[in-house]
């Protein structure tokens, strides 16, 4: 068997799952969008493209689960017809997660993210992240196609693997 393999097996260990809880506690008390180091899920992170070299960030998003509310609306009408509940977003969470990480580091291009954790109310996703501009990616003939106009912004475009779920382009 491969590292990577093994690495999948240990995170079925009863071990892990303590170690997990204990992350989550800090992981609750940091900032909604933290810039990491190393990936949580390194055989994850190598699958989705990500490399341990220059020009490569990866960030740790946490997002609320469950459906959202809408404001009260005026005017009289039977309470269950108000339509405040189970009002569900048309994307998937990662694909927010995904959004908002572009958003909070717009110099930096969205590779791919992928599932960390989860508890009752919130969802941990860690997104892979590019910088374009830098010399290692440009050089790079497997990755320098992200570095082209027309991959610009891509994730607000729906075209990450989350945003092509999203939008029914993958099952």
């Known amino acids: 068997m491969g590292m990577y393999k093994y690495l999948k097996q240990l ?9 997990m809880k204990e992350r989550l506690n800090s992981w609750r008390k940091q900032s909604v969008i933290i810039r990491i180091e190393k990936p949580t899920k390194l055989d994850r992170a190598h699958f989705l493209g990500y490399k341990a070299k220059q020009g490569f960030v990866l960030a740790r998003v946490r997002i609320g689960k469950g459906s959202s509310k809408r404001e009260k609306p005026s005017g009289g009408r039977k309470p269950r017809h ?3 509940k ?6 998937n969470l990662q694909h927010i997660a995904e959004m908002r990480v572009a958003k909070k580091f717009p110099n930096l291009e969205v590779l791919n993210s992928y599932y960390v954790a989860e508890d009752g109310k919130h969802k941990w996703f860690e997104v892979i992240l590019v910088d374009t501009n830098h010399s290692c990616i440009k050089n790079d003939p497997k990755l ?11 994730v607000f475009r729906g075209l990450t693997s989350a ?3 999203s939008r029914d382009l993958k099952s």
């Open 11 to 19: 995170r079925k260990n009863p071990k892990y799952e303590k170690l």
């Open 82 to 84: 108000t339509g405040l």
């Open 86 to 91: 189970k009002i569900t977003p048309k994307m």
């Open 144 to 154: 320098n196609w992200i570095c082209k106009p027309a991959h610009k912004r891509r």
């Open 163 to 165: 945003g092509k779920k």
